[in-house]
């Protein structure tokens, strides 16, 4: 989101989420810190996004080419670097939940909300540093200048390209982080796919959410509720819907987003202006 924000297009959050994931099963092997893990999450993730800053600001490359391209660089070598992993049968321990009192007592939202691993608050706690920074600060207001006007905003004196450096570079560290909270939140083992697709739900939940980071909050626990509904309703013993439709809802839901949310209207109300769009400097 904070990437697209500043103008480049980011399709490579599948492949730094899985770079992203492959880092910190490493780094708490190792150290055993999760600390540590997530920090590593995060390096991982910003150096395939600078990669991809590097190529699509500075090269002025086509900005959808490379971050498919980045995509499958980290798909690529997450499954090469984890294969002696994912053959030994390396195991780490999760790292275990915090409960909130009282909070996590609340009927139906408590331990949904308030009964999460520590990325899980963290990931609280940016949303509304984003939103903070994206409308509360100059440093937001100038990004947000910068993906709608480059060139209004060079004349003004913005760094249009340091902008987007920072911007790609720190929204590629958050997707390593995103990474990090599944091999870390929920999967004690490596194996290879295992973002299984969610870092394209991803890009679908920043266009529904009309690259805001409150909506996105919530859109991304709706994505999670249609996510679950395939275990809901077979504990409860409802198995007249085959269970493979509900294990593809979320993508099917993400397809729909996708062409919703693609027409020329949407576009042009919501979409920062200059998404996609390589900015020269004129002389």
Request: charged residues 10%.
């Amino acid at each position: 989101m904070l990437t697209e924000r500043s103008g480049i297009l980011n399709l490579g959050v599948e492949g730094m989420m899985c770079f992203g994931a492959l880092s910190p099963f490493i780094a708490y092997y190792v150290t055993g810190n999760w600390v540590i893990a997530v920090l590593a999450a995060a390096l991982a993730g910003a150096s395939l996004s600078f990669i991809h800053a590097f190529v699509s600001i500075t090269l002025k490359a086509n900005q959808t080419v490379s971050g498919l391209a980045i995509t499958i660089l980290g798909l690529g070598l997450s499954s090469s670097l984890g294969r002696p992993l994912a053959i030994s049968r390396v195991r780490i321990e999760p790292i275990e939940s915090i409960k909130i009192p009282i909070l996590s007592n609340i009927p139906i939202i408590g331990p949904s909300f308030f009964n999460q691993n520590p990325i899980v608050y963290l990931s609280y706690f940016m949303v509304i540093f984003l939103w903070f920074i994206l409308y509360k600060t100059s440093f937001g207001l100038n990004l947000r200048s910068v993906g709608e006007n480059p060139s209004m905003a060079d004349s003004l004196g913005i760094n249009v390209f340091l902008t987007r450096y920072i911007a790609t570079t720190f929204g590629g560290a958050l997707c390593g982080v995103s990474g990090a909270l599944l091999i870390l939140g929920y999967y004690p083992s490596w194996y290879d796919g295992i973002t299984a697709g969610r870092g394209w739900i991803a890009v679908a939940l920043v266009i529904f959410s009309s690259w805001n980071p409150l909506y996105a909050f919530f859109g991304a626990y709706f994505f999670g509720l249609v996510g679950t509904l395939n275990a809901t309703f077979q504990s409860i013993g409802f198995r007249i819907i085959p269970t493979d439709f509900f294990r593809t809802l979320p993508y099917l839901l993400t397809i729909v987003v996708l062409v919703i949310f693609s027409s020329t209207r949407f576009r042009r109300r919501k979409m920062p202006a200059s998404l996609g769009k390589p900015y020269t400097r004129e002389l």
